[in-house]
């Protein structure tokens, strides 16, 4: 089974700073790997999605990341933060023909002026 | 096009009472899996409807059960509720082909007092 770590539970960064967010992976095959946006009381955006090909995705929002099978990683970045991506974001693993997706316990972002 | 829509936005019940939340689809979409966000914790997925079959579920007990109309809406159906019951309900759609995405509606927020 697959299954999804955040290891950074809040993060805290300046408007204008670049952005990380850390994501671990466990699943035996090459997985399918999302980022998705929560912003409070509402549900949850797509921003990017890994299925195969060329390891670095953009994806919206001026967000990218990059996927690394030795490390077992997803990495979320932004180069420059602005106000509103103040959210939770939430890392998640599909895999072919499982149509369930396994999600984080998510990174809570705050952006300060 | 419309997005995934979810009604009602709130809901409060009373332990052991009963609830449906509907779902209505992204058009063109014919899967919807349904998942339970707790508080401060990422998304669960309950199961998942292709074709007004239940395609696949999580490890939540019988008493959650879902219905998929022709018209690729839903319903999540719950009995005996119990406190725990207390989360955001989310709402994903598909399209045909590729399922792996799923794309959220913003959410039934269900309080079990």
């Known amino acids: 089974a697959q299954s999804v770590t955040q290891p950074d539970i809040h993060i805290t960064v300046s408007e204008g700073a670049s952005l990380e967010l850390r994501c671990n992976y466990s699943?035996?095959?090459?997985?399918?790997l999302f980022w998705y946006v929560q912003s409070p009381g509402q549900g949850l955006q797509l921003l990017l999605k890994y299925f195969s090909g060329d390891t670095l995705v953009q994806g919206i929002k001026g967000f990218e990341a990059e996927f690394k099978r030795s490390q077992s990683s997803f990495n979320l970045r932004k180069p420059s933060v602005h106000w509103s991506d103040a959210a939770e974001y939430f890392c998640a693993v599909g895999a072919p023909n499982d149509y369930k997706l396994s999600f984080g316990a998510g990174t809570t972002v705050t952006v300060r002026a | 096009e419309t997005g995934v829509t979810q009604s009602p936005t709130h809901l409060i019940k009373t332990r052991g009472q009963q609830v449906t939340l509907r779902c209505s689809s992204q058009?063109?979409?014919?899967?919807v899996s349904w998942y339970q966000q707790a508080l401060g914790q990422g998304p669960q997925f309950i199961f998942q409807y292709y074709r007004e079959e239940e395609n696949g579920r999580g490890n939540f007990p019988p008493r959650f059960s879902g219905l998929q109309f022709p018209n690729y809406s839903s319903e999540l159906n719950v009995n005996a509720l119990e406190l725990d019951d207390s989360a955001l309900y989310l709402c994903?759609?598909?399209?045909?082909?590729?399922?792996?995405?799923?794309?959220f509606g913003p959410g039934t927020r269900l309080l079990v007092l």
């Open positions: 058009s063109g979409h014919n899967t």
């Open positions: 699943y035996g095959a090459t997985p399918y």
């Open positions: 994903a759609s598909s399209f045909p082909g590729n399922q792996e995405t799923q794309y």
